[in-house]
């Protein structure tokens, strides 16, 4: 049945842990507005938001942990997502002069593939093809 497909899918967990990971986070960076400007705000968010994902990544998502090499390229993961956000805060804010509170959420629409296929590989020995999941 598709709903148990999707269920087991490890991208439907991925959207799933996400979906959590950027609740906490875009929380935090709102709350963190009232105090200081948005980028370091997003900074902030953003640091909590990778040890949230790899630990979602590796205990809900793939389920799956390769020592030492997941530990050190996650990070490298996030830190090209987190240049490519924060040019879209950038230019979302600065640029077009739109909402600070917004941008963040366009950052992560436009990070999402990018930022699932470098996670799976980055946990999985021999990343297996999506379908069947």
Request: charged content about 10%; aromatic content about 18%; overall charge positive.
């Amino acid at each position: 049945m598709l709903v148990t497909r999707l269920k087991g899918s490890r991208f439907f967990r991925f959207i799933v842990s996400g979906g959590l990971n950027t609740a906490i986070t875009y929380a935090v960076y709102l709350a963190m507005l009232t105090v200081t400007t948005y980028s370091v705000s997003y900074t902030f968010a953003y640091v909590l938001g990778i040890l949230l994902s790899f630990f979602m990544g590796r205990h809900y998502v793939f389920n799956n942990h390769r020592g030492a090499y997941s530990v050190a390229l996650f990070p490298l993961v996030y830190l090209l997502q987190y240049m490519i956000s924060l040019l879209t805060l950038w230019l979302w804010v600065d640029q077009l002069g739109w909402s600070e509170k917004m941008a963040p959420l366009a950052a992560i629409v436009i990070t999402i593939p990018a930022t699932y296929f470098s996670s799976k590989l980055v946990f999985l020995k021999k990343p297996a093809s999506e379908f069947p999941d």
